[in-house]
C-alpha cells in the first residue's frame, strides 16, 4: 500500500510533471560563475549576449572536427549562426554588434558526446549496485522489483537528473532507452523531461509492466503527439525485444529498432528470416554471437552500440569490440546506467582504447601473425562522437564540426596542470581528460553549460526532487541501501 505522503505525491505529478517550470528556471536564470562579485558581473553580461545573439564566435582554440574532409586545426574560429555551424578557419572577421565573440585560447573543440545506450529513468539508482552483476542483482533488484514501482513523477526525476548530468558531461545527445512505460503517463513523464533539460534525443519508446502499460500500440499516440516534425531535438524509436510483433511495429511507425541482444544468437536470425530487420536498427551488446549473427547485420546495415566497463563489470560478456573492427562495423559506445559504472564518455573511450589493445598486444606476445592495428586516440573519439550520431540516425544533423550542420559542441579546458603541456590533441581528449574538464556546452547552438556551470538549472531542485523520488522507489521496493558497505 502506498502511503498518504506517496498519493499527495502522485496527485501533484499528474498535476505537475508536464509544467515548464519543473526542474528548470527561466532562460536568463544562471548560476553564479564566480565569486567576485565584478567578475560574477561580466560573466553573467556575457552569458546574457550567448543566450540573446543569433551569431557566436569561438575564437582561437584547437578545432577537432571528427570530419575528415575538412580536417582539424591547431589554431582556428568557430562560427555559429542561428543554431548551426556557419563557417570554422583562421582568423574569422565578424562585426561586434551581431556577434558575441568568445575568447576559446588553450581550449579544445569537439563535437558533443553521443552516448548510445542509457536507461535514463535509472538516475535515481545510481551506485545502487556497486558490485552488481547483471545476474542475479540486476534482473532481480531494478528490472524485477525498483522499475516496476516507478510512478511517473519518478521517471521525471530520474531522467532529469540523467540528462542534465549528461550534459555537465559533455554529452549532448543520448539514445534514452526508456524501459518505463507502465502507462501512457510514464512516457509522458520520460519525454517532458528530456524536453526540459534541452538534452538531443533518440527517445526509444520501450516496455512497461502492469495493467496499465500500452506497449507497443502507444507509440502511435507518442509519434503524434511528440515526434510530428523533424526539426527538434527529440526523435522517436521503438526498444524493441525479439518478439517479432515489436519489430512489426516499429516498421509500421517507420521508426528504427533498437535491441538489446547478446549470449544467444538464434531470436535475432529468426527476425532476420522473417524480413523485419531494417538499416540504421540499433543492436545492443552483441556479446558471444555467431558468425551468422555477424553477417546478418553485415548484411541488414545494422548499427552497433557497445557498453565495454559495463559489459565487462557486471558480466554481460567480453566486449565485441574487436569482432566488430575485424567485419568493418564501427562501433558506438554507450554507458547503459549507473547503477555500477560511471556514464562519462571519457572513461567509456578510455576503457575501449585499452581493452582493443590490450587484446592485440596479448596476440603478439604470443608470435601470432596478421594482426589488426591498434586503435587509436582518433578513433575512439569517433566511436563517441561520429559512430554515435550515425547509431541514432541522426548524423545529417550532428556528429561532427562541419558547416551546416546543428552547432552540438563541447569546449574542453585545455590549460590545466593534469594534461598540460599537451603535445597530441585526440591524445590528450581520449586519453588524459574526464568531465571536470568540460567548461562550456552548446545544443542546438543554445548554451547549455557555460564556464562550468550548467545554464538555467535550479540545481537544488533537481537534485531534492531526486532524492526525494529514490526514498519513494526504494521504500516501495523494499530496497535498503548500503551506504558505507
Known sequence: MFDEADRNRRTQSRRGFLKSSAGVVAAGAALPLASNPALAQNADAELNRLQTQRRILLKGAIVLTLDRRIGDFAEADVLIEDGRIREIRPNIAVSENDTVAIDAAKRIVIPGF???????????LRSLLPNGLVDPDYNRDIQNNLTLVYQPADVYAGVLTTALAMIDMGTTAIVD??????????????????????????FAYSRGAGPGTRYPQDIARLQRSYFSTKDQLLTLALGASVEPATFRAARDAG???VLHIRANPEPLLAL????LLRPGDEFIHFAHMNEEAWRLI???????????????AMAHGMPAIQEALDRGIRPSLGSD??????????GIMRTTFNLQRLFILQRARRNEQSLPPLLTAREVLEFATIEGARCAGIDGKVGTLTPGKEADIVVLRADRMDIWPHNNAYGTVANLMNPSHVESVFIGGKVKKWRGNLVGVDVARVQRLAAESRDAVLRRGSFQPNLLG
Not at 532507452?177 to 533518440?202: F, K, M, V
Not at 553485415?298 to 565487462?312: D, K, W
Open 255 to 257: 521508426v528504427q529498432a
Open 272 to 275: 532476420g528470416r522473417a524480413g
Open 114 to 124: 553521443i552516448d548510445t545506450h542509457s536507461h535514463s529513468y535509472q538516475g535515481l
Open 337 to 346: 546506467h549507473a547503477a555500477t559504472v560511471a556514464q562519462d564518455m571519457f
Open 177 to 202: 532507452i526508456s524501459q518505463i512505460a507502465h502507462t501512457p503517463e510514464h512516457s509522458d513523464a520520460n519525454i517532458s523531461a528530456l524536453q526540459e533539460s534541452g538534452i538531443r534525443a533518440l
Open 298 to 312: 553485415e548484411e541488414t546495415g545494422g548499427r552497433l552500440s557497445l557498453a565495454p566497463p559495463l559489459e565487462m
